[in-house]
């Protein structure tokens, strides 16, 4: 009898159940829930209130990932006709760090009435960007106590990151902070909630959570020093039990199979990220193959044997990824993003005449009249910080600059220098790590960007010099996460005992592949010389324009000076 | 009885005339010319002929000037009922250098059978860009001879002057060269056909063909050095009897009175140049007050009591402008140009709806939309280097930049800094003037961008510090022309004994001015200290990227690396 898994992937506007064959990672069935209250930036989604929220706040609602449940598993089983009893194991992938206070039954806070009009008692989601005060405090904090953790995270924590979250919730709402029982992420409370035993991934504590295998959290000492409210928060509201991914945390609790249909005591595996199970998903389970999740923005995932300092990454978890390795992260904060920008801003009345005419995607009209240029054909090079740079440069003041532009430049020539922008910049990364002891020799693409621009995958193989293949899947996080529900229900119920097992026979990729072309590369050369020098000057502070700008920019929106 | 001048401005694409009564400067009537072979820059008109002009090309057809005389003069006397005998005198102004090889008799080449499928025979129009070796040959010889006259010109002879154009003549045709008993602009051409009398002017002498009232031309060993050939270009096919502006050229011949319906006799005035004379009709007729012909590009002009050599203008002449002042000119080769590019090449369409819905220019709603910003409020900043940098660089392979992008920025943001880089780049020349001797106390700006952009012109006089006054009339070239003429005339026959007098009442400013703001200048000082690093960073040899860019371009076009 076939068996088969779930993966339940949430992202940030909406969660997606996908049903795999665990025989051979067929997707026989998808379901979209789209969130009842989406991000909300601009007022709490109370009914005859008033709740608005500040600038760089990003909240969500924690029920929109139960009704995920409730609405998306029955849909896959009713379309694909698989029997409840078939399905052995689920895993879900969350968005990062996207955390929450609950009470000591998992309640979140925001449930509650006396806490419903407070922001802080709600989901802060992986965008909420409003926590850079604390972010700061805690680098300088970590920079005089000399506290050697912060070089597994590129010498810097992020604003999005937990303890970020932590320390606003704590400064601005610390009546908040003080009923919550429980801190957690999102995505452990997911899984709490599908198996009633709260649990914590390795996945998101040591990425999002400054802990690590061998060294655990900072030390007591160092939350002290952040705050002395702070002093037990691990012991407190956390927990220093770290369960390793690829795990199984509990059964489908009777409550939960109610609300999807499933058997009760399915297994569920431990929590995951969306960027992180995508590798397994992308068939990369050792060394040398960096997966790229291309979207909005770019996550790039590499496993290394070793532990290396690689300088400028988001950061390194041993068993991070895959059990056995050094998981190595880094990334891209404007990718998809950039090129939407350009279009909604930049692209003249014309062209969508033309694509409204010819009825094709005007991005599909660029990338034909893009395709039609040479590369170093324009003149122009671009540095890729329109959303500031995550890796190599951690530094998310820095800007965007486009140089070269003559009268004759058109809008192909500039969505072009965007693209190569990008292009270097994943180089930069490609390169930082070869650099740095952990060796990188293919590149695996998955995301939404390779199947919409064959352009722009043709263009990182030349500007990066490696072959890149694309996975199979267009779900590779929700394929991901039901390999996983398939090594957490165990090869004894049919599904498999390891990863590595899971992904042998579930993950594949493409036929087609992108492989570097030799003239383009050697003009690509002399191009990325000249971007690093670009990149160097403004990026590492020798001209500090940018952020100069920034200021001025605050000071006149502010009138002070 | 009232008198009256005509002066006649003879344009990129067409020639215009104006009818000013001499009394107090009023235009009484206008006519327009458009030349029938406008620019020629694809193939010579000869009808069933295939000549095609390579890259960089740009002719006219002499005889489009005497179609303008013969058009434009008749009219304005029909339009004015003005009487014959009540125009007292002619001026002419002219693009520059704009040059032609003519028989003995004044008989342009190209009139002639035998020459005129030789594309050498026609007029070269200034923006003829195809002489770039023969100036770079210019240059280095005349850098390797130490000659002193480079430093009048900062530094560098540009490919559209009247040695460039020579050379080339004699590079790729020298049977033309050898044919051309005299080389001349056709400003001094069109004067010779209206007066039968040979003249050159000390305006485009000056400026464009290396001759100083003090030293004169170089000396024939330099030509002889530069090529043999050219030994004795001056004295074979040029003239040493210069004559100063103001002066009267002759009296119009019985076919130009036959031509115009003007009296033979009537006085005509020495050519002269558009933006030069363009100085007087401002109101300037001295040291201190800058004036600014702000169109598709910008020319500055300033008179100086002294002479110095400041880096990086255009060139200085004694009695260039005014007589008994140096005529210090500056330039910026792309200010209106860059406007119109980045509406045809960049502006939504969203935008082009709304302006069409509202009925509106799009460069309007651009302004609307771009007066709301504040000074710094976008955090971007631009070189100004679309098509170049005229001065102080003198660099035409620079190219542009824009820097300080974000997610969130607009077209209107985007537009916004193009101005305000022009302005930059107009204050890098006021301040360059201003430390190398040649005080600049207030602007005067004249041309088609004041009437169009009063935000431009804020912004102009907010980076400056300086006020900006505007002439009141809208055809200032054509004015100063008509002005030239009347001091032709005399005050004898009812004009003016030098132009002095004839500014004093003929030329006047709009009562509206633009006067710094001191909150926005505060802003600008912090912007414009950024902008000059840029602009030296990247305009003085530090990082050659943009000219490593153009070499890379050519290379790929060119299939040789």
């Given at each position: 009898?076939?068996?088969?898994?779930?993966?339940?992937?949430?992202?940030?506007?909406?969660?997606?159940?996908?049903?795999?064959?665990?025989?051979?990672?067929?997707?026989?069935?998808?379901?979209?829930?789209?969130?009842?209250?989406?991000?909300?930036?601009?007022?709490?989604?109370?009914?005859?209130?008033?709740?608005?929220?500040?600038?760089?706040?990003?909240?969500?609602?924690?029920?929109?990932?139960?009704?995920?449940?409730?609405?998306?598993?029955?849909?896959?089983?009713?379309?694909?006709?698989?029997?409840?009893?078939?399905?052995?194991?689920i895993g879900i992938?969350f968005?990062?760090?996207?955390?929450?206070?609950v009470?000591?039954?998992g309640?979140?806070?925001?449930?509650?009435?006396?806490?419903?009009?407070?922001?802080?008692?709600?989901?802060?989601?992986?965008?909420?960007?409003?926590?850079?005060?604390?972010?700061?405090?805690?680098?300088?904090?970590?920079?005089?106590?000399?506290?050697?953790?912060?070089?597994?995270?590129?010498?810097?924590?992020?604003?999005?990151?937990?303890?970020?979250?932590?320390?606003?919730?704590?400064?601005?709402?610390?009546?908040?902070?003080?009923?919550?029982?429980r801190?957690l992420e999102a995505a452990d409370w997911v899984v709490w909630q599908l198996t009633g035993v709260e649990t914590r991934n390795s996945c998101t504590a040591?990425?999002?959570a400054?802990w690590?295998?061998?060294?655990?959290?900072?030390?007591?000492?160092?939350?002290?020093?952040?705050?002395?409210?702070?002093?037990?928060?691990?012991?407190?509201?956390m927990s220093r039990d770290i369960r390793p991914i690829g795990d199984r945390a509990g059964g489908?609790t009777?409550?939960?199979?109610?609300?999807?249909?499933?058997?009760?005591?399915?297994a569920v595996a431990i929590a995951n990220?969306?960027?992180?199970?995508?590798?397994?998903?992308?068939?990369?389970?050792?060394?040398?193959?960096?997966?790229?999740?291309?979207?909005?923005?770019?996550?790039?995932?590499?496993?290394?044997?070793?532990?290396?300092?690689?300088?400028?990454?988001?950061?390194?978890?041993?068993?991070?990824?895959?059990?056995?390795?050094?998981?190595?992260?880094?990334?891209?904060?404007?990718?998809?993003?950039?090129?939407?920008?350009?279009?909604?801003?930049?692209?003249?009345?014309?062209?969508?005449?033309?694509?409204?005419?010819?009825?094709?995607?005007?991005?599909?009209?660029?990338?034909?009249?893009?395709?039609?240029?040479?590369?170093?054909?324009?003149?122009?090079?671009?540095?890729?910080?329109?959303?500031?740079?995550?890796?190599?440069?951690?530094?998310?003041?820095?800007?965007?600059?486009?140089?070269?532009?003559?009268?004759?430049?058109?809008?192909?020539?500039?969505?072009?220098?965007?693209?190569?922008?990008?292009?270097?910049?994943?180089?930069?990364?490609?390169?930082?790590?070869?650099?740095?002891?952990?060796?990188?020799?293919?590149?695996?693409?998955?995301?939404?960007?390779?199947?919409?621009?064959?352009?722009?995958?043709?263009?990182?193989?030349?500007?990066?010099?490696?072959?890149?293949?694309?996975?199979?899947?267009?779900?590779?996080?929700?394929?991901?996460?039901?390999?996983f529900?398939?090594?957490a229900?165990?090869?004894?119920?049919?599904?498999?005992?390891?990863?590595?097992?899971?992904?042998?026979?579930?993950?594949?990729?493409?036929?087609?592949?992108?492989?570097?072309?030799?003239?383009?590369?050697?003009?690509?050369?002399?191009?990325?010389?000249?971007?690093?020098?670009?990149?160097?000057?403004?990026?590492?502070?020798?001209?500090?324009?940018?952020?100069?700008?920034?200021?001025?920019?605050?000071?006149?929106?502010?009138?002070?000076?």
């Amino acid at each position: 009898m076939t068996k088969y898994a779930i993966g339940v992937d949430f992202g940030t506007e909406s969660g997606r159940a996908v049903l795999v064959d665990v025989t051979d990672g067929r997707e026989v069935a998808t379901a979209v829930y789209p969130y009842s209250h989406g991000v909300i930036d601009e007022k709490l989604p109370i009914p005859g209130e008033e709740i608005r929220l500040e600038p760089d706040w990003a909240l969500q609602e924690p029920q929109d990932y139960i009704r995920t449940f409730q609405n998306t598993i029955p849909e896959v089983l009713k379309e694909s006709q698989v029997k409840p009893e078939d399905v052995i194991g689920i895993g879900i992938d969350f968005t990062a760090c996207t955390m929450l206070p609950v009470k000591r039954d998992g309640t979140p806070l925001c449930d509650l009435p006396e806490f419903r009009r407070q922001p802080h008692a709600w989901v802060k989601l992986w965008k909420h960007h409003a926590a850079q005060p604390e972010a700061d405090k805690i680098n300088e904090t970590a920079r005089r106590m000399g506290q050697k953790w912060l070089d597994r995270y590129g010498g810097k924590i992020s604003s999005e990151w937990f303890f970020s979250k932590v320390l606003q919730i704590l400064d601005e709402a610390p009546e908040i902070y003080a009923a919550a029982d429980r801190l957690l992420e999102a995505a452990d409370w997911v899984v709490w909630q599908l198996t009633g035993v709260e649990t914590r991934n390795s996945c998101t504590a040591g990425y999002k959570a400054i802990w690590s295998k061998r060294e655990g959290f900072p030390d007591k000492s160092y939350f002290k020093a952040l705050d002395p409210r702070l002093e037990n928060v691990v012991d407190q509201k956390m927990s220093r039990d770290i369960r390793p991914i690829g795990d199984r945390a509990g059964g489908l609790t009777e409550l939960a199979a109610q609300w999807t249909g499933l058997k009760a005591g399915t297994a569920v595996a431990i929590a995951n990220v969306d960027a992180h199970v995508a590798v397994p998903a992308s068939t990369v389970t050792g060394p040398g193959r960096m997966v790229m999740i291309m979207g909005t923005s770019i996550c790039h995932m590499v496993l290394g044997d070793e532990e290396h300092v690689v300088p400028g990454m988001c950061g390194y978890v041993e068993d991070g990824i895959i059990p056995g390795f050094f998981g190595y992260e880094a990334g891209q904060s404007c990718v998809g993003d950039h090129f939407a920008w350009f279009v909604e801003n930049c692209v003249p009345a014309a062209y969508e005449g033309e694509a409204r005419k010819r009825k094709i995607d005007i991005h599909q009209l660029l990338e034909e009249k893009t395709a039609r240029l040479k590369p170093g054909e324009s003149g122009l090079l671009a540095l890729d910080w329109w959303n500031g740079n995550r890796s190599v440069l951690v530094d998310v003041d820095l800007t965007g600059l486009l140089l070269g532009a003559t009268l004759a430049t058109n809008a192909e020539e500039i969505y072009r220098a965007l693209i190569e922008a990008t292009a270097y910049g994943t180089r930069v990364i490609v390169d930082t790590f070869q650099q740095n002891g952990v060796p990188i020799r293919e590149l695996v693409a998955c995301g939404g960007l390779p199947e919409k621009n064959k352009l722009l995958m043709q263009i990182y193989a030349d500007v990066t010099g490696r072959e890149i293949k694309v996975t199979a899947s267009k779900q590779t996080p929700a394929l991901g996460s039901a390999m996983f529900g398939a090594v957490a229900a165990g090869k004894a119920a049919g599904g498999y005992d390891s990863i590595y097992d899971a992904a042998q026979t579930m993950a594949h990729l493409k036929a087609e592949t992108f492989k570097p072309i030799h003239e383009n590369q050697k003009v690509y050369e002399k191009l990325f010389a000249e971007y690093l020098r670009l990149h160097d000057y403004f990026g590492r502070g020798e001209n500090n324009v940018m952020k100069t700008l920034k200021k001025i920019k605050a000071e006149v929106l502010t009138g002070k000076d």
